[in-house]
């Protein structure tokens, strides 16, 4: 991770975290849903938004695609912008959470040094990994966005699962397949992961 720049202080402000969260009536957790394309990690992010904001959390979805839209659209999809790319999203969960928000993140974030060093970015005690372990085969039979194909083509240089690897969580603390698993039961085991705060 790069160093702080030189002349540049952290200010700390007058309202701690905890007042934060008391205000909320919860504790900020990120969770980080991580997966190949079309696992369906976007699907349960919002689908876990939906059922918290509806039991009276307040949380936010942090999508892969939808931050490539705005604060990443700068980056590709080489190993360095990808490592950036979560760099990036850790430090905005790390934020949030401190306001006492609940994160879900849906990134592919393929790579398990990435991974660790968004966990300690966010803080372990934030910070929650999901495996969405659909498999590749029913991930790109489903290919909603036609991904896989244009990779098999070789159109798509760098894609996870053909050409560029995919590294599978060494000790998640829960794992889901979308293929064997419904969303509305997939929500109920991350809304208890989220309960053992």
């Not at 904001?53 to 939808?66: F, I, Q, R, W």
């Not at 039979?141 to 083509?153: L, V």
């Amino acid at each position: 991770m790069a160093e702080n720049p030189p002349n540049v202080v952290f200010h700390a402000g007058y309202v701690s975290r905890e007042e934060r969260e008391s205000l909320l009536g919860q504790n900020g957790v990120t969770m980080w849903l991580t997966g190949l394309s079309a696992a369906g990690k976007s699907t349960l992010a919002f689908a876990l938004e939906r059922a918290l904001v509806t039991e009276g959390h307040a949380c936010y979805v942090l999508d892969g695609d939808n931050v490539r839209h705005g604060l990443n659209k700068n980056l590709s999809f080489s190993a360095e912008d990808r490592t950036e790319n979560i760099r990036r999203v850790a430090e905005v969960a790390r934020l949030m959470n401190d306001a006492g928000l609940m994160v879900i993140t849906a990134f592919i974030s393929p790579f398990i040094a990435d991974r660790q060093m968004a966990r300690q970015i966010i803080g372990s005690n934030q910070f929650r990994e999901i495996f969405v372990s659909t498999p590749l085969a029913v991930c790109e039979f489903r290919d909603p966005k036609g991904m896989y194909s244009k990779a098999r083509a070789g159109q798509l240089q760098e894609f996870t699962g053909i050409s560029s690897p995919y590294e599978n969580p060494e000790h998640p603390d829960l794992t889901l397949d979308t293929a064997q698993t419904r969303v509305e039961d997939a929500v109920v085991q991350l809304t208890q992961l989220i309960r053992q705060e």
